[in-house]
């Protein structure tokens, strides 16, 4: 039907991995220089896993790791910088957390969560070092959202879609693993542009997505509108359809890391229609049934396909 990232990483490592999210004293530059950030952002970025900030790198991941390790039986793990935007710091401040990151026991992996406006080659070799000399591998996320640039204006996203091909341009010239982020339906975006975008991160290469269902954090921009009955959200039923679109449209080998956002009812006005994460993705695995979907169906279109069964 799709393939899940939880599968990926067992064919990459070889067995369970988890993921121990990092909260970095980080800030994002659409937030600097007196811009007020993405409209779909609180001012807490996207730190909602953490759940416990002590300024040690360290301490928080031997936190979440005596959790996981206990409900799990864990046994490798990924750091994972997940807030804001975690190359927007000097270089020096930044080779010192990927250091520390990567002397914790039983690491195989760090995540850098960041945007595609803030990759650069320095950053990016500082990162390839570290691989080299540890064999920790580094996986870079990418917040492209939607491929549509006008909706990245109307959210105030700070950047367009040539950023994101420059970004993926620049990370496909070293070792490392890309994950992107995308939202299904951002007000504005229609279900060929969801199409459009699962298809442009396909023949850029992108090797995980992780796809978010829109929610209104508490204290953003959106909440503000969504209160004021300004913003409309889609039905459920066309969120299934966008996300089995996008599938269809996406390569197979792009591991899927989520379908639906997560974040906890008490920082969120609107999320998933009110029914739990997992009730939906089941749902929608039974949708994708009775359609005879599966992921790649339609990933016809690259390598000239107007030349194919012609010439």
């Known amino acids: 039907m799709y393939y899940s990232y939880s599968n990926w990483l067992k064919e990459r490592y ?5 993921k121990l999210p990092v909260n970095l004293p980080v800030a994002c530059p659409n937030r600097c220089s007196g811009q007020k950030g993405c409209s779909f952002c609180s001012d807490q970025g996207t730190g909602f896993e953490a759940g416990w900030e002590p300024e040690s790198v360290t301490e928080q991941m031997q936190h979440v790791r005596q959790i996981v390790e ?4 864990a046994h490798k793990f990924i750091a994972y910088f997940q807030n804001y935007t975690n190359t927007y710091m000097p270089m020096e401040q930044f080779k010192a957390y990927l250091t520390e ?5 039983d690491i195989v992996e760090i995540s850098v969560s960041t945007r595609p406006d803030c990759i650069r080659r320095d950053y990016l070799q500082c990162m390839a070092d570290l691989q080299e000399r540890t064999d920790i591998q580094i996986n870079i996320e990418l917040g492209l959202q939607t491929a549509n640039y006008h909706t990245l204006d109307r959210i105030n996203r700070g950047h367009g879609l040539a ?8 990370i496909r010239q070293y070792p490392f693993t890309t994950c992107t982020h995308l939202i299904a339906n951002l007000p504005g975006d229609t279900v060929r542009d969801a199409v ?5 991160v396909s023949v850029l ?3 995980i997505v992780k796809i978010h269902s829109l929610y209104i954090a508490k204290d953003s921009r959106m909440a503000e509108d969504y209160c004021d009955g300004h913003l409309d959200i889609c039905s459920k039923e066309e969120y299934f359809e966008r996300i089995r679109r996008m599938l269809e449209n996406m390569a197979p080998s792009i591991a899927v890391e989520r379908l639906f956002s997560r974040i906890p009812e008490k920082d969120a006005v609107f999320c998933n229609w009110q029914t739990s994460w997992w009730k939906l993705k089941d749902e929608f695995e039974a949708y994708m049934r009775a359609c005879n979907s599966y992921q790649g169906k339609y990933f016809n ?5 107007a030349l194919k069964g012609v010439f």
Not at 14 to 18: A, D, R, S
Not at 163 to 170: S, V, W
Not at 196 to 200: K, L, N, Q, V
Not at 301 to 305: A, E, I, L
């Open 301 to 305: 279109y690259r390598d000239g396909s």
């Open 14 to 18: 070889g067995e369970k991995v988890y």
């Open 163 to 170: 950023e994101y091909i420059d970004a993926m341009l620049a």
């Open 101 to 105: 990151a990567s002397c914790f026991p």
């Open 205 to 207: 290469g992108t090797d």
């Open 70 to 73: 206990k409900r799990y039986k």
């Open 196 to 200: 459009e975008t699962a298809r442009i």
